[in-house]
């Protein structure tokens, strides 16, 4: 089984709805991050978390919030999705100490229509 | 802001070929790893690098972390098509435990 897991796979909305975007864990790491990555762009961090009662913003937090709900599981929330969050969404794991190497999910490629 | 600049931005050589993809700041960097991520996947870890002018080698992938610590090589010899895939770059500036990446390095390997 995989460590790191996301769901959807895959989703298509429309703008103004809200999507949530799920990530859980297996690798009994403290911290956990949300990327999205564009054309061009490369991976850009949303939001990170190093343990259940610290959330931070990344470079790229508006539209979007998180939610730590345990020490495995990390969502992402667009709570009016727009046609430019059009995106693939990574989330990724990191062990306290190890040069913040991380581990990441297959990832959910998002468009908003 | 530390950035990372990856060159070249794409990268498509015949199988056999060796090549050199290159990652560079002007920003020193505690670590420095390098990803492999392919098509529908989320990036892998190939490698970490800690010392300036350390150099790691996996299999037919030979890294180097700059003297200064601000840049890192990754040469691959004998190129294969299952080499095929986005090389990241990542710098772990060390005071806020969060990674830069750099924008990759789209590599093609054709049979």
């Known amino acids: 089984d995989a460590d790191v897991t996301q769901t959807p796979r895959n989703r298509i909305t429309k703008t103004g709805k809200r999507i949530m975007l799920e990530c859980s864990q297996t690798k009994g790491h403290d911290r956990m991050y949300w990327y999205r990555q564009d054309p061009g762009l490369g991976l850009r961090l949303i939001y990170y978390s190093f343990d259940v009662k610290d959330i931070n913003k990344g470079e790229i937090s508006d539209g979007y919030s998180v939610s730590r709900q345990a020490q495995a599981k990390f969502s992402l929330s667009l709570e009016s999705a727009i046609p430019n969050q059009t995106a693939l969404y990574f989330c990724?794991?990191?062990?306290?100490?190890?040069?913040?190497?991380?581990?990441f999910g297959p990832g959910t490629r998002l468009t908003v229509l | 802001t530390q950035l990372l600049e990856q060159s070249p931005q794409f990268l498509s050589i015949q199988e056999g070929e060796n090549l050199t993809v290159y990652c560079n700041s002007s920003s020193v960097f505690s670590s420095l790893q390098w990803y492999r991520q392919e098509p529908g996947e989320g990036p892998v870890l190939l490698v970490t690098?800690?010392?300036?002018?350390e150099v790691k080698k996996l299999k037919r992938l030979t890294f180097q972390f700059g003297d200064a610590r601000k840049d890192s090589s990754l040469h691959i010899t004998a190129a294969q098509p299952g080499d095929t895939g986005l090389y990241l770059c990542?710098?772990?500036?060390?005071?806020?435990?969060?990674?830069?990446f750099g924008k990759g390095t789209l590599l093609t390997v054709n049979p």
């Open positions: 990724a794991t990191s062990d306290t100490g190890t040069y913040n190497e991380q581990f």
């Open positions: 990542a710098g772990d500036g060390g005071s806020n435990y969060k990674l830069t």
């Open positions: 690098v800690v010392t300036g002018g």
